[in-house]
């Protein structure tokens, strides 16, 4: 079974198609060969008994299994798209015409109501109201025509109450199942556009967003930026292909969103190759400095030769700083979460006026690291457009921090 199931998942499929394409052409296969034993079944029944609408189900039966033949050969998801709907749609409705009528006839008509519900699940809403549309057409009068001419067979009135409760429950079951796939394939939308959305927002600024759309803005007294900078990064770029670039960089700040969504920082973009993140924002933490300092290191250890991502050769000036910013949301397309104020571009200097291999700080971070974290002086240096600011390079976490923390950890659980 399962390898029927590939194959026929795999019928019309081009080597080109995209994963939802290839889900979609693959389902209404599988729609299209489920429906086939009901209408050589529901066929013979009615033959069975004289009635001449048990050749339309077999009509159907082959126009359907034709489609899918020209389907394979021509890919033309399309065209096999409004074929099977055209046959779902009039060959049950127009068989209530022979066999007199509604009721006589099993109310065999209500199978086309299929149609609508494929085109809304396969196509859209606009496409299931013109279906829709049709199939009330070809119900209607197929219906209305059997009951006025009497048709041109009687079936037993036992026949005519079982096939209505068989049509009911088994057309319902099948287009519970088209409903079932429709409200999935919305789901799956709804998980991706999730998904998308919290790669560029966080999470409490998307969830204010999709309750109502609004500027945000928001000014915090206190957090901290980090600015990640790849050095010399220019002349390294001129003699590596533009393909080997784009992975190495992907490499390298895939490494850095891991370790941020690890000490649950924000990243809060690249530029070039530069990577910056902060703490505190869009939720305030005390420990906003400390686990930007955490961050830092890992980031360090991560390039060297023996890191996680030491074979691509990199090595970065990181920059840190604490203080007041602002944070917003600007622009209407391609809308961007960033921070503004003083305290983000003095981060900035940090690192374009650092060191390769170090991490340099601000006394306002170093005031709220030095307890916990080793921090060398660098002294006095003239910052561009700040002038001369007091500096440290963060080094390391202190043995004493470390050890009280691993004993935490070993510690049971009150």
């Not at 006025?148 to 088994?170: D, E, K, Y």
């Not at 690249?270 to 993140?277: H, K, P, Q, R, V």
């Not at 916990?372 to 457009?385: H, L, M, Q, S």
């Amino acid at each position: 079974m399962t390898k029927v199931l590939a194959w026929l998942g795999g019928v019309g499929a081009d080597p080109d198609d995209d994963l939802e394409t290839r889900k979609r052409k693959a389902l209404l296969v599988y729609l299209a060969v489920l429906i086939w034993p009901i209408s050589l079944l529901w066929g013979a029944l009615y033959l069975a008994l004289g009635a001449p609408s048990g050749v339309v189900a077999f009509g159907y039966f082959v126009v359907s299994v034709a489609s899918i033949g020209l389907f394979a050969r021509t890919r033309n998801f399309e065209l096999l798209l409004g074929i099977q709907l055209l046959d779902i749609t009039l060959a049950p409705t127009l068989s209530m015409w022979p066999t007199a009528g509604f009721l006589s006839s099993g109310a065999v008509g209500l199978w086309g109501i299929l149609g609508p519900m494929g085109a809304l699940v396969f196509g859209s809403v606009r496409s299931g109201i013109r279906w829709f549309a049709l199939f009330a057409l070809a119900f209607l009068g197929a219906g209305l025509a059997g009951e006025l001419t009497g048709g041109l067979a009687q079936l037993p009135r036992w026949f005519s109450t079982t096939m209505v409760a068989l049509n009911v429950i088994v057309g319902g079951a099948v287009v519970i199942t088209l409903l079932a796939v429709f409200a999935q394939q919305r789901q799956d939308a709804q998980d991706r556009a999730e998904t998308l959305l919290l790669n560029i927002l966080p999470r409490s600024i998307a969830d204010t967003l999709k309750a109502k759309p609004q500027t945000i803005a928001d000014s915090f007294t206190s957090a901290s930026i980090l600015f990640a900078d790849v050095a010399d990064f220019t002349p390294m770029a001129e003699h590596v292909s533009p393909v080997r670039l784009v992975q190495m960089l992907d490499q390298l700040f895939g490494h850095f969103d891991a370790l941020a969504e690890q000490y649950a920082v924000e990243k809060i973009k690249t530029i070039g190759d530069c990577y910056m993140a902060a703490a505190g924002i869009p939720t305030p933490r005390a420990d906003h400095a400390r686990v930007l300092g955490l961050l830092a290191l890992d980031m360090l250890d991560a390039v060297r030769q023996q890191g996680a991502v030491g074979s691509l050769g990199f090595e970065l000036r990181i920059g840190i700083n604490s203080g007041p910013v602002v944070a917003g949301i600007i622009g209407r397309k391609r809308f961007l979460y960033d921070l503004w104020g003083d305290a983000v571009n003095t981060a900035g200097r940090m690192q374009t006026e650092g060191i390769p291999g170090r991490i340099q700080i601000t006394r306002a971070t170093y005031e709220l690291l030095k307890d916990e974290f080793v921090c060398e002086p660098r002294g006095r240096v003239t910052i561009k457009g700040k002038g001369e600011m007091e500096t440290w390079y963060l080094v390391a976490r202190r043995a004493s921090a470390t050890a009280a923390v691993s004993v935490a950890d070993r510690l049971p659980a009150s």
